[in-house]
């Protein structure tokens, strides 16, 4: 058990660019989470995958943003268009189905 | 975490105990939790308690729940430096979870 991986781990970018976060999970979770956490909250949920499906995704997950898991295993979060208001840590979790959630170490999105 | 609150800010003596309080609204919850972060991390699983049930000990840590006040709480015993970090409740419904702003807990010497 190597624990949930996020990569990469800090983004700078230019507003307007697009970005993408990896998160592999633990292995054998079936269920994977996306996160984001800005500063002085807790984290948001922002969207779910059990296996390859995307079962739920919350009203924070505008247009620009996309995830996916294709084979069940790792998943991506994309986000389009990058604004000021992205910038924050986003977070991946994994779990098997009603186990508790283990989270990564976070991506930290810097707009600038 | 509009559902979930926490009091922001605790400071405690080295060796005393830590006593975090959380608030929740949902009484569907079936699961509560109670997550650690250091600076520059992500939140690490400390414990975590069924709603059907009154306590849990888990060596250093006690949580307490009062699903009619829907209130919940963690207790530290014998509080280290190591303990200084933010600590968040979250409760469960059917799959995600809902987060309290955090109580950053500040071990003094």
């Known amino acids: 058990d190597t624990g949930v991986s996020q990569n990469p781990r800090h983004k700078i970018t230019k507003r307007g660019q697009n970005v993408t976060f990896r998160c592999d999970p633990i292995s054998e979770h079936n269920r994977l989470y996306w996160y984001r956490q800005t500063l002085g909250q807790g984290p948001e949920f922002l969207t779910y995958f059990q296996n390859e499906a995307q079962l739920e995704k919350s009203r924070l997950l505008s247009d620009r943003f996309s995830a996916e898991r294709p084979k069940g295993s790792f998943s991506t979060l994309e986000i389009q268009r990058t604004e000021q208001g992205d910038s924050a840590m986003y977070l991946c979790?994994?779990?098997?189905?009603?186990?508790?959630?283990?989270f990564g170490d976070g991506t930290r999105l810097s707009i600038l | 975490g509009e559902d979930v609150e926490q009091s922001l800010f605790l400071s405690v003596r080295e060796g005393d105990s830590s006593v975090i309080n959380c608030t929740y609204t949902d009484s569907s919850s079936t699961y509560l939790y109670w997550y650690k972060q250091e600076p520059g991390a992500g939140l690490q699983l400390l414990t975590y308690i069924f709603s059907n049930m009154d306590m849990k000990q888990d060596q250093r840590l006690t949580v307490l729940l009062n699903k009619k006040d829907k209130h919940l709480s963690l207790r530290i015993a014998d509080t280290q430096t190591g303990d200084s970090a933010i600590y968040f409740c979250a409760e469960r419904g059917d799959y995600k979870l809902s987060f309290g702003a955090g109580t950053t807990v500040t071990v003094r010497a």
């Open positions: 979790a994994s779990s098997p189905i009603n186990q508790p959630q283990h």
